[in-house]
């Protein structure tokens, strides 16, 4: 896996336990758009289940992604695409 | 560290307008897909809103993710509130959610 999503995966995993968790790198769509970094791996997709979003709203779940992102969107994130959801929804 | 006078100009936007979106480009020529998604579930719903173009100011496109702690654009705020990013506008649009949340504010006939 790349380095980036690599890392997205450690830090999501350790934060939020996910049950089920994909990761896609959307970066190839946005090559050369302004804002763009070279490179590739600025564009992400996190597909997330777990135990903890349950009972939280959609903001609630997406600040939980973020959270656990931080450092990562600081610097290296450019885009996130985020589908959170709690175990058998 | 993003300055009072930004902060401040942040909220007046917010609270001024019912709706307003803080988005990169503009409604008729946005700069970034995500951006232009919610441009467009709000022109279909037929809401009023206000845009406003982050790329136009570096202040206000890093102190409005301060000011909702969200480290992303677009952002959408409906009386003040924040409801969300792309991805909940999307998601609240489909579910119906969105169509009802202005219609509870008198924002859309209902």
């Known amino acids: 896996m790349a380095e980036v999503a690599a890392k997205m995966e450690a830090a999501l995993t350790e934060a939020l336990s996910p049950s089920a968790l994909k990761i896609t790198d959307d970066s190839h769509q946005h090559a050369g758009h302004a804002g763009a970094p070279d490179g590739g791996e600025s564009h992400f997709t996190v597909e997330i289940t777990a135990e903890a979003f349950a009972g939280k709203n959609r903001v609630a779940r997406h600040r939980l992604v973020n959270a656990a992102l931080s450092e990562l969107l600081k610097t290296r994130i450019h885009a996130l695409a985020i589908k959170a959801k709690a175990p058998g929804e | 560290m993003t300055d009072a006078a930004t902060l401040d100009?942040?909220?007046?936007?917010?609270?001024?307008?019912?709706?307003v979106v803080f988005m990169k480009g503009t409604p008729t020529f946005p700069q970034c897909g995500f951006s232009s998604v919610v441009a467009q579930v709000l022109n279909h719903i037929g809401v009023e809103?206000?845009?406003?173009?982050?790329?136009?100011?570096?202040?206000?496109?890093?102190?409005?993710?301060?000011?909702?702690?969200?480290?992303?654009?677009?952002?959408?705020?409906?009386?003040?509130?924040?409801?969300?990013?792309?991805?909940?506008?999307?998601?609240?649009?489909?579910?119906?959610?969105?169509?009802?949340?202005?219609?509870?504010?008198?924002?859309v006939e209902a």
């Open chain 2, 49 to 107: 809103y206000a845009a406003v173009n982050v790329l136009d100011d570096m202040d206000v496109r890093e102190g409005i993710k301060e000011y909702s702690d969200w480290p992303t654009i677009p952002q959408l705020y409906v009386k003040g509130e924040f409801i969300g990013g792309c991805d909940i506008i999307k998601e609240m649009f489909e579910a119906g959610e969105l169509q009802q949340l202005f219609k509870d504010q008198g924002l």
């Open chain 2, 9 to 19: 100009a942040i909220k007046k936007a917010v609270t001024e307008n019912d709706v």
